[in-house]
């Protein structure tokens, strides 16, 4: 059940919504609904959209939120999907104050949604979008019958997320590729035990392979990376036949090749599987910005309750305690370390701690007392929000001194006792441990190499190695789901035990080998 806002909320939203603006923040008109706590749950598992076809995994997602919320365990105060016009839900059951809170968090979200550089392609009319993929759903299980069809989109949601986590970035083109070669005639990832030195030095202005960003260099095994060559030819001739291969170069964008070459699939099938994608392609920014978006929401509310006084005093008790709810917990916690974050950000900008001058003052007094008065913080914050994703976040303002003022470490699950102990406390490998938990959104990255593997129409996928090997159990699940979709034996190359190796599955077997 839902209801309009009131004639006191309402106002309520125009006074919030007015100190938005006041803030800076620049959002989509934005329509609010206040709903109980069973419809709640029901939007929410439903990843937000009403409109979204039927599923049995939503149900599921239903049972688990209403055990969840019923027993205590978490609240859900708000949902609020990307769109133009936003469109936001409030809880019926939450108190006056935290409805405030709430709408602010909100506003700060489409402001988000609206300027950050990752939401720039997203279909900003999503709701009446996936109303029409589940008229097209219902159409196909019309026609084929509910049974194929469930069965379909079940097998494709388990490999939704094998699309390109950058996909507006150009990777190159051939004749990129033939520029990056050595003396040997191999590509320079791709020359294993060559005598030219590859794998013994490589020189910091190297391009990175597999189309990695820069800011990899750092933290990824460069001669791990090596060892997955994609093609381990030994003769010029060869590397030249690889320009008549399907795909020319490595295909992020695992989905969109099926859709395109696999033989056999059937029309409605090839439909289901291309809204599927689309839907996946529209939740990617949200997994790529949770830290920086849930923080700069968390931030400007906290402003705007605070500092600006939208939280009433007989009010302020009660704000506290939603709050210390909002950004308890470890570090992982992406409203806590999004929100710390850009407090830092502020101050920093606001006292001038940043620049050459301030990094090499050695001083730790001057440092700790530095303020030159530069007041940049909120326009600093603003630039942020515009032009980065999270990766890109902690990379540059999780500095040194953050960790260590906020106590961060890195934890290890210990097999012996069951319990997570404390790994290391230091800057950069705790940096580097967040970023990990990051990259292409916590899955592992796989890509297609080949579409006509050994000449028999075989597909040959490759795993992005950031020096985390593949879960075989979810792998060999994976490759079988795959196979479904290309009636073929299916391979990934990766790393596994340190060694590469293929895996292959055919007809309900998996088979392992070195390469």
Same mark, same amino acid.
């Given at each position: ?32 609904y206040?709903?109980?706590? !069973? ?14 076809y *039927? ?11 209403k ?17 133009? +016009? ?10 006056i ?8 968090h ?23 979008t ?33 699309? @390109?986590?950058? +996909? ?12 990056d ?22 020189s910091?202005?190297?391009?990175l +392979?597999?189309g990695?960003p ?14 997955? @060559? ?6 010029e001739?060869e ?45 990617? +920014? ?13 931030f ?10 939208l ?26 370390l ?26 730790a007094?001057?440092k700790?007392?530095? @303020? ?9 914050m603003?630039?942020?929000? !515009? ?13 040194? !001194? ?21 790994? *290391?406390?230091?800057p ?41 090997e ?20 299916v ?25």
């Open positions: 059940m839902y209801w309009h806002l009131t004639p006191n909320m309402q106002k309520m939203k125009e006074e919030i919504e007015e100190a938005a603006k006041g803030c800076g923040l620049d959002f989509y008109p934005t329509a609010f206040v709903l109980d706590l !069973e419809t709640m749950n029901e939007i929410c598992a439903n990843t937000g959209f009403p409109t979204r *039927s599923h049995w995994r939503f149900g599921m997602e239903y049972e688990k939120m055990k969840e919320t019923g027993y205590g365990f978490s609240r859900l105060f708000e949902l609020v999907i990307n769109n133009d +016009p936003g469109v936001a839900y409030l809880l019926h059951d939450n108190s104050t935290q409805q405030r809170m709430v709408m602010a909100v506003f700060a979200h489409v402001d988000f949604f609206k300027n950050n550089a990752c939401f720039k392609h997203t279909d900003r009319s999503m709701v009446y996936m109303e029409g993929h589940r008229k097209v759903i219902e159409k196909y299980i019309d026609e084929v019958g509910f049974s194929e069809v469930e069965h379909f989109i079940d097998n494709c949601l388990s490999i939704e997320y094998l699309i @390109d986590e950058f +996909p507006y970035i150009k990777r190159g083109n051939s004749e990129e590729k033939k520029k070669k050595c003396g040997c005639g191999k590509s320079s990832h791709g020359c294993k035990g060559c005598k030219h030195g590859h794998d013994e030095k490589r910091s202005s190297e391009k +392979p597999f990695l820069e800011y990899m260099r750092d933290f990824v095994d460069l001669d791990a990376l090596s060892n997955i @060559d994609r093609r381990n030819d030994d003769d001739e590397e030249e036949d690889d320009e008549d291969r399907i795909p020319r170069k490595p295909e992020r964008d695992v989905l969109k090749f099926l859709i395109e070459h696999a033989d056999g699939m059937p029309s409605w099938q090839r439909d289901i599987l291309s809204i599927l994608r689309e839907e996946s392609y529209y939740f990617l +920014p949200q997994r790529q910005t949770k830290i920086m978006n849930e923080g700069w929401a968390t400007w509310h906290d402003h705007m309750m605070t500092e600006m006084g939280a009433e005093p007989n009010g302020l008790i009660d704000y506290a305690k939603t709050m210390a709810g909002v950004i308890g917990g470890g570090g992982r916690n992406p409203y806590k999004g929100f710390l974050l850009y407090q830092d950000i502020k101050e920093r900008w606001d006292k001038g701690r940043h620049g050459k001058e301030y990094e090499e003052e050695q001083d007094l001057k700790m007392n530095w @303020d030159t008065k530069e007041g940049n913080g909120f326009k600093k603003f630039e942020v929000r !515009e032009s980065m994703n999270d990766i890109e976040f902690i990379r540059e303002f999780m500095t040194d !001194e953050f960790i260590q003022q906020s106590r961060f470490f890195k934890a290890k699950l210990d097999h012996n006792d069951n319990w997570y102990k404390i790994a *290391s406390r230091k950069q490998e705790i940096r580097n441990w967040f970023i990990e938990q990051l990259v292409n959104g916590g899955q592992p990255a796989i890509e297609v190499i080949d579409g006509n593997f050994e000449n028999s129409k075989e597909l040959l996928l490759g795993h992005v190695y950031y020096g985390q593949l879960d075989n159990t979810y792998r060999d699940k994976t490759l079988a789901r795959i196979y479904k979709i290309w009636r073929r034996p391979h990934i190359a990766t790393i596994a035990d340190g060694q590469p190796v293929i895996a292959s599955y055919d007809k309900g077997e998996i088979k392992v080998t070195k390469w």
